[in-house]
């Protein structure tokens, strides 16, 4: 037996060093953690691997915000929506294979949409809220009928993963299925190494795509938070990094000003935001209070978070309604000038707003109460990883507390930030909202009411029917006047009801060494978005452009 075994442990590693000696291996980093744990289940918003998506499972088609929304046709060859905007068809590559070498036809496309329905806790996109039927025409062709007539559907239907009906439909138990050993689409499906400290994510063996990509395999050492990150990424270990470095040009580039880059761009809205459904019934109270919000909004330092927590990466936003600089072509002045005062930092109007509301100490102990006389009591969630982050959030609640307010931080891991993001098990937290072509995504995936419980962009638990028909409105339009109109009203709701408190757009964080890869985007030659983040499918775009050094 111990021949046996050690035979096998020696054939094990001869599978792994011994073709790594020839394989192009790029070293990444796309998560924090503490450990790995081997999950690729792409449905999984809380503990897979961020590697999946995209890289394993390959989208139908990549919209490339950097070239104009430009569609990018992966599965899909292309794609036709109705002149009445009603329906919309794909047609797929021909030929194309899964990773165990299985056709891929419109049949697995139709069964993963047919097994969101049957599923629900799988949608996290609620594509069966804009959807109402799909169905194989032919093997390769692929056709959806919507609720409403969308502009948007192409856009809205490739979030979906596709996934093979010969292993899915035999899994009893999908949601919390592993899917350790994943058979996808995508360049990068095979796992032929995987520990609790690093795991390889490697070529695969049928993608239909093999000659655009010029690297074997994608390495992901395990770095617990941005401290780890910041000495991997220095020491040139890693290839490919997406974290928050402070002070980039010492505590990186200098070591290397020849290979070490960056290039940060504005990205995703970050703010603070209260859960309106808390089992706390006298913080739910307060939370649910318009004026409430506007103060603790006022409370808030922005310029300071940006300097001293982001060193002055960030973009400050004190838009009410979270468009910022970023959307800045969409912004209806007239929103900012009646409501941007409460996106702005005015300590003294902070605390005569509360003083006006009701909102003052009752009990004695220093802190403000309900004007009912409960307690507001509260701790604001921030993952232990983001350093930035939890500096945000102290910076955040001294300027509340110094309203009067009772309030602490609490530092979970990311993924446990997550799950309580999206199991409503919070007070308040620091959160953000991945960029897009125009603000109708972040809308729509914030307040979107069928998304519930199944990400964490609606963990605020604000949702409101106007806002809805609003961005319903857009999508049934392709007239840019049309469109304008109808995010004029969506925007004026949101900076009303004010659900959620933006404070700055984090920069799209991306540090990139050219000691061993070539092709990376930069900015002088900007062609995708180059963060490796799993909120952006374009880093699939980016990855078949890089190259190996000679």
């Known amino acids: ?295 603790v909004s006022m409370s808030l330092d922005r310029k300071a978070m940006v300097d001293v927590a982001g060193y002055g990466y960030p973009t400050l936003n004190e838009d009410p309604s979270g468009l910022g600089e970023l959307y800045k072509s969409w912004s209806d002045p007239k929103v900012i000038e009646e409501f941007g005062k409460f996106g702005q930092h005015d300590a003294d109007a902070a605390t005569a707003l509360l003083d006006e509301a009701g909102y003052v100490d009752k009990d004695g102990d220093g802190f403000r109460d309900n004007p009912d006389g409960s307690k507001i009591s509260f701790t604001v969630i921030v993952p232990s990883a983001w350093t930035d982050w939890i500096d945000t959030v102290q910076i955040a609640i001294e300027g509340l507390q110094a309203s009067g307010l009772d309030v602490k931080v609490a530092t979970p891991e990311e993924a446990v930030w997550t799950a309580n993001l999206i199991g409503g098990k919070f007070d308040m937290a620091i959160n953000s909202l991945p960029a897009a072509a125009s603000p109708y995504y972040p809308y729509q995936r914030a307040y979107n009411p069928t998304d519930k419980g199944k990400t964490r962009f609606t963990a605020q638990r604000w949702f409101n029917t106007d806002l809805d028909k609003a961005l319903v409105d857009f999508t049934k339009t392709a007239d840019p006047a049309a469109q304008k109109e109808a995010m004029n009203k969506a925007q004026r709701i949101v900076a009303e009801n004010l659900p959620m408190l933006p404070v700055y757009n984090n920069p799209n964080w991306y540090q990139y060494n050219t000691k061993r890869f070539t092709g990376w985007s930069t900015a002088e030659n900007p062609f995708v978005n180059p963060t490796i983040s799993r909120t952006n499918p374009a880093r699939l775009l980016h990855l078949l452009a890089l190259k190996p050094v000679n």
């Open 1 to 295: 037996m111990f021949k046996n075994t050690l035979l096998s442990a020696v054939s094990a590693l001869v599978l792994l060093s011994g073709p790594a000696a020839a394989q192009t291996v790029l070293t990444a980093n796309i998560e924090p953690a503490t450990t790995w744990v081997r999950n690729f289940n792409p449905f999984n918003q809380t503990s897979a691997r961020q590697s999946t998506l995209d890289f394993i499972y390959e989208p139908l088609v990549i919209f490339n915000r950097f070239d104009n929304n430009k569609p990018n046709y992966r599965l899909a060859e292309s794609y036709k929506l109705a002149d009445d905007l009603k329906s919309i068809e794909f047609k797929l590559r021909p030929d194309l294979k899964w990773s165990d070498g299985k056709p891929l036809t419109s049949a697995d496309v139709k069964f993963t949409y047919d097994y969101l329905k049957k599923f629900p806790a799988l949608d996290f996109v609620s594509i069966w809220k804009f959807i109402d039927g799909v169905e194989a025409v032919d093997a390769q062709t692929i056709k959806f009928t919507l609720v409403n007539p969308s502009s948007l559907a192409a856009e809205q239907l490739i979030q979906v993963p596709i996934v093979p009906e010969h292993v899915w439909k035999d899994i009893a138990e999908p949601v919390t299925y592993a899917n350790e050993t994943p058979v996808g689409s995508g360049p990068l499906t095979e796992i032929p190494r995987f520990t609790g400290q690093t795991y390889d994510q490697c070529r695969n063996p049928n993608y239909w795509d093999a000659a655009t990509l010029k690297i074997d395999c994608m390495r992901l050492p395990q770095l617990a938070d941005n401290n780890q990150i910041l000495t991997a990424t220095a020491s040139g270990t890693l290839d490919w990094g997406v974290s928050f470095i402070p002070d980039v040009e010492n505590t990186y580039v200098a070591k290397d000003k020849e290979h070490f880059h960056f290039w940060y761009t504005p990205s995703s809205m970050v703010a603070f935001l209260f859960n309106l459904e808390t089992a706390n019934e006298a913080n739910r109270k307060a939370f649910n209070d318009i004026k409430f919000r506007q103060a």
